[in-house]
């Protein structure tokens, strides 16, 4: 059986239960990953819900789904927090049965955010906590350097956020 075809795309106000589900989804998977809890996120209301798919619909940010089959199964989003350092990558989640090379939704969110932020910079920047080895060696594999600077995680169980950059163009 033929698996169904990915679609990527931007999310949109219209899609906030999908956003909702994906994200109390990632925060319930690795929740040093985000700068969130599922304990905070079960208490938001759908307008912060919806706020949060408009995103998507965005100029200075964006919010980048992977859906297969009518199933969400990724997300990675991208905002510009100052000039200086330029787009940040942020919210990267892949569902667990879609990880890994051979799946390739990772890539292909990637390509897009890639595409979105190589129009407003040279770089792309991002945080991974110091103890999540997965996600570090998929950036490393994807071109991304450790830059030396890294800050505390502001959440339990505390830790260091590392930053790493990837040259655009």
Same mark, same amino acid.
């Given at each position: 059986?033929?698996?169904?075809?990915?679609?990527?795309?931007?999310?949109?106000?219209?899609?906030?239960?999908?956003?909702?589900?994906?994200?109390?989804?990632?925060?319930?998977?690795?929740?040093?990953?985000?700068?969130?809890?599922?304990?905070?996120?079960?208490?938001?209301?759908?307008?912060?819900?919806? !706020?949060?798919?408009?995103?998507?619909?965005?100029?200075?940010? !964006?919010?980048?789904?992977?859906?297969?089959?009518? +199933?969400?199964?990724?997300?990675?989003?991208?905002?510009? %927090?100052?000039?200086?350092?330029?787009?940040?990558?942020?919210?990267?989640?892949? !569902?667990?049965?879609?990880?890994?090379?051979?799946?390739?939704?990772?890539?292909?969110?990637?390509?897009?955010?890639?595409?979105?932020?190589?129009?407003?910079?040279?770089?792309?920047?991002?945080?991974?906590?110091?103890?999540? %080895?997965?996600?570090? +060696?998929?950036?490393? +594999?994807?071109?991304?350097?450790? !830059?030396?600077?890294?800050?505390?995680?502001?959440?339990? %169980?505390?830790?260091?956020?590392?930053?790493?950059?990837?040259?655009?163009?």
């Amino acid at each position: 059986m033929t698996r169904p075809e990915l679609v990527i795309r931007t999310t949109s106000e219209d899609d906030w239960r999908e956003v909702r589900d994906l994200r109390l989804e990632m925060l319930g998977d690795t929740p040093i990953a985000f700068g969130d809890t599922l304990e905070r996120a079960l208490g938001y209301d759908e307008a912060e819900w919806r !706020t949060r798919a408009r995103r998507g619909e965005s100029a200075v940010q !964006t919010v980048i789904v992977a859906i297969e089959g009518g +199933r969400w199964v990724g997300t990675m989003g991208c905002y510009v %927090p100052d000039a200086a350092t330029g787009p940040l990558l942020v919210g990267v989640y892949v !569902t667990p049965d879609r990880r890994g090379g051979a799946n390739a939704v990772a890539d292909a969110l990637l390509a897009e955010i890639e595409r979105w932020a190589s129009a407003r910079a040279d770089t792309l920047r991002l945080e991974v906590h110091e103890d999540n %080895p997965r996600a570090r +060696r998929y950036y490393e +594999r994807r071109g991304f350097d450790y !830059t030396g600077h890294s800050r505390e995680y502001e959440l339990e %169980p505390g830790g260091l956020e590392l930053e790493m950059v990837k040259r655009l163009r």
